[in-house]
């Protein structure tokens, strides 16, 4: 079955750096677009990144520039590089599989970054 576990998270102050790994487990037959979400408390969840499986990336307004995404197919993983962090990207941040096929689709359980002025 397939998984997403995300680690990384922490608390950094502002114009610190953190980089979150997403470890994929249990994709066997699956083609599969990953990303990050993120949520913020009393929010609703909003987009943060994400990479297609031909390589190309997107980013929200709020973080380009500021975060880099990447992938690494040997070894399942994916990660977002956040640097230059503000208070306003303190929020759950949540890794994301997306496929035609429906056993491929998952969301992580996600890992909680604080950002403090």
């Known amino acids: 079955q397939a998984r997403l576990v995300e680690s990384g998270g922490g608390s950094v102050q502002a114009g610190g750096s953190l980089r979150l790994p997403c470890a994929a487990s249990?994709?066997?037959?699956?083609?599969?677009?990953m990303g990050w979400y993120r949520r913020a408390r009393g929010k609703e969840r909003e987009f943060v990144s994400e990479?297609?499986?031909?390589?190309?990336?997107r980013y929200a307004d709020s973080v380009k520039g500021r975060f880099t995404i990447s992938r690494d197919t040997a070894k399942n993983s994916l990660y977002l590089q956040m640097n230059n962090l503000k208070p306003e990207d303190t929020a759950m941040y949540y890794c994301?599989?997306?496929?035609?096929?429906?056993?491929?689709?998952?969301w992580g359980q996600g890992t909680q970054v604080t950002v403090s002025s």
């Open positions: 994301q599989s997306r496929s035609t096929t429906w056993f491929c689709n998952r």
């Open positions: 249990g994709y066997t037959g699956c083609k599969y677009d």
């Open positions: 990479i297609v499986s031909a390589g190309a990336t």
